[in-house]
Every structure is written in C-alpha cells, then in structure tokens.
C-alpha cells in the first residue's frame, strides 16, 4: 500500500510541475522579451517577437493565446504523467528480476 500511495505522490506532483513548467517557460520568454523591449532600437524587434509567440499560443488556443498556453501545459501535463507510469512500471519490473 505504501508503494501505491508513493506512486500516486509521484503522479501527482509530475502532473503539476509539467503543467506549469510551459507556463513559467513561455511567461519568462515574454517578461525577458519585454524587458530587452526597453533597450533603445530594439523595441520594434521585440514586439515582433512578442507578436509572433502570441500568434503561435493562438494557432493552439482557437484563436485565444491563454487558451492555447493552457493546451499545451495540458499536453505536457499529460506526457509527464505517461512518463512517470512508464518509470514507475519499469522499477517495479526491475524489482523482481
């Protein structure tokens, strides 16, 4: 019992770190982005930037970039999780032999 509940505490915080993994990562891009925005020539190059992630969260999201941010956390998540059941299986698999 105690192994089962180890996995699900496993299973659990991997699905929470892998969701919010891709929103820190693609807010930090865009913090850092406007943040060198503020370097005198370099604004137009930024909001370029800017505009071209914000187009490509919307390609993912219908249209909405938030919704396309919360796509692809949710995919993450998902993989995350088939990978920690993947390792989870494999150590019990390697218990035995």
Not at 39 to 50: N, V
Request: hydrophobic share 55%; proline share 3%; charged share 10%.
């Amino acid at each position: 019992m105690a192994i089962f509940t180890n996995f699900l505490r496993s299973l659990l915080l991997t699905i929470i770190f892998s969701f919010v993994a891709p929103m820190f990562l693609v807010g930090g891009g865009l913090l850092l982005i406007s943040l060198i925005g503020h370097f005198p020539g370099l604004q137009e190059l930024t909001e370029a930037i800017a505009t071209q992630i914000m187009r490509f969260l919307a390609a993912f999201g219908s249209g909405t970039p938030l919704r396309g941010l919360f796509v692809i956390s949710l995919t993450c998540s998902f993989v995350g999780a088939l990978f920690d059941t993947y390792v989870y299986y494999r150590c019990q698999i390697l218990r035995i032999d």
